[in-house]
């Protein structure tokens, strides 16, 4: 069975960083591809990044470009989202996804396991 947890949730003001984590279990984690996604209230789910087995193709959506950092460590079966200068537009639940595929994608439908969620709220 396959397992998928999220952490690192929280409250911070704008400008100010957190750092998710997704640990995966019941999956060859080092040759699945992780991704990101998260979901406002009243939007759709939105590709955030996402990550090749390898670490080589990285993803990044256009609001989060240059401000958020996917990394994974295969040891670890974990994979991080650093995310820097948040705004208040970037509150949402945050998913982490695994895909059997190797590489990834910001497509949801790619992704056949999904995490519960934590939510990270930016005040202004």
């Known amino acids: 069975q396959v397992q998928v947890a999220e952490s690192g949730g929280g409250l911070v003001q704008a400008g100010e960083s957190l750092r998710l984590s997704c640990i995966v279990s019941?999956?060859?984690?080092?040759?699945?591809?992780m991704g990101w996604f998260r979901q406002a209230p009243g939007k759709e789910r939105e590709g955030v990044s996402s990550?090749?087995?390898?670490?080589?193709?990285?993803y990044y959506g256009d609001a989060v470009k240059g401000r958020f950092t996917i990394s994974r460590d295969n040891g670890k079966n974990t994979v991080y989202l650093q995310m820097n200068n948040l705004k208040p537009e970037d509150t949402a639940m945050y998913y982490c996804?695994?895909?059997?595929?190797?590489?990834?994608?910001?497509?949801?439908?790619?992704?056949?396991?999904w995490g519960q969620g934590t939510q990270v709220n930016v005040s202004s």
């Open positions: 996804a695994a895909t059997t595929s190797g590489w990834g994608s910001l497509t949801p439908l790619d992704f056949r396991y």
């Open positions: 019941g999956l060859t984690f080092d040759s699945s591809a």
């Open positions: 990550i090749s087995w390898n670490s080589g193709s990285i």
